[in-house]
């Protein structure tokens, strides 16, 4: 039987989440002015079911510096649409670099979002982590790289994601980190197909 969640901060219980539950919103570099940009669903859709669906949505990118916007919709393959990999420090659906991105040991730490560099703070500070009864390949935290999970190194990662979670509050193209760039390094897993019964692995 699983363990119940712990509301003690120097614990962490993991259910099991996806990262994709954070893919709603991206923070990104724009292309024109080189300032933060968001990507979101489309205007005007509904509400996904399950936070997988967001891989499959029709995208928006804009920029409220200089305006640009730019749209993104899954190729349509036979019967089902093929969605956007999640992975790497490129957002999955226009290859731009993520806003909140920063140097740390050696090695570079981003995230999507606010609640994405919350959710890695609280995991990366607990001094014990429990894990849900699912499989360890579903679940975002045991994807995480070795060295962010590493206890010597916490708190040079605390430290990055305290850097990134400033970059969230600023939008303007000099506030840009000099790890944001392009590296081409965007997951090349295999991607996901979507069928009218939902989303399967292709």
């Known amino acids: 039987m699983d363990s119940e969640p712990s509301t003690d901060p120097a614990r962490h219980y993991d259910p099991g989440g996806w990262l994709a539950r954070f893919a709603g919103r991206m923070f990104v570099v724009c292309s024109r002015c080189g300032g933060r940009a968001l990507v979101i669903p489309r205007p005007g859709l509904s509400a996904p079911k399950y936070s997988s669906e967001l891989l499959f ?36 659906f226009f290859g731009r670099p993520l806003w909140l991105q920063t140097r740390c040991v050696g090695r570079i730490l981003w995230a999507y979002n606010e609640d994405h560099v919350d959710e890695l703070a609280a995991y990366v500070s607990a001094q ?46 000099a506030d840009r980190s000099d790890a944001a760039h392009e590296r081409g390094d965007r997951s090349r897993a295999r991607a996901g197909m979507y069928f009218r019964g939902g989303p399967y692995e292709s």
Do not use: I
């Not at 699912?134 to 605390?158: C, H, I, Q, Y």
């Open 128 to 173: 014990l982590r429990e894990r849900a009864g699912v499989r360890p390949t579903m679940s975002m935290f045991a994807r995480l790289p070795a060295w962010m999970k590493r206890a010597d190194n916490r708190p040079e990662v605390l430290a990055g994601l305290e850097t990134l979670r400033a970059l969230a509050k600023r939008t303007a193209p």
């Open 57 to 92: 949505q029709p995208r928006r990118l804009a920029c409220d510096g200089c305006g640009a916007v730019a749209d993104w919709k899954p190729e349509v393959r036979g019967a089902g649409l093929v969605g956007a990999v999640l992975g790497g420090s490129e957002d999955p």
